[in-house]
């Protein structure tokens, strides 16, 4: 994927082995949203959550 993205979700700290490429930092949001739902149980995450998450989206 040419201009694509990636994110760790051990890059918040979390023991976990979830990673995710994608085309935009969108879909990142959007598909982590999911994750945390379906594994951390977090049922709405916050603004400063998806900022964190933002921070941690690296460029492939």
Aim: with cysteine; proline share 3%.
């Amino acid at each position: 994927m040419t201009g694509s993205v990636s994110f760790e979700c051990s890059s918040l700290g979390n023991p976990c082995e979830w990673r995710l490429r994608a085309s935009t930092a969108e879909e990142v949001q959007r598909r982590f949203r999911e994750h945390a739902r379906c594994a951390h149980g977090i049922a709405s995450v916050s603004a400063e959550l998806a900022s964190q998450v933002t921070e941690r989206i690296r460029p492939v």
